[in-house]
């Protein structure tokens, strides 16, 4: 009688899954200027992070890109330090 339930399907899904991913990569943990201050305590991925974020800042600076733009990569990146290194490596550098 009651057949008319719906159950959500996996791409239904998919969106919000990939908001929440986006929330927890961004804002739960540490900034890169708290991860290098203590980088003494920092587990591998954490030291995987740094080094990622350091070199996707020195290619950065190296870049031909105009001052605002190289500032607002920057600023992604030391404050949202896995997932503004992920945007940046792939809409980032052209």
Known sequence: MYDSVRRPTPRALAAPLAVAASFLLAGCGPNLFDRIGNF?????????????????LIELLGSRK?????????????????????????????
């Open 40 to 56: 003494g305590s920092l587990g591998l991925c954490s030291i995987i992070v740094v080094v990622l974020d350091v070199i996707a």
């Open 66 to 94: 105009s001052f605002g733009n190289k500032a607002g990569w920057a600023l992604v990146i030391i404050f949202f330090p896995v997932l503004g290194c992920v945007l940046y490596y792939f809409f980032g550098r052209s």
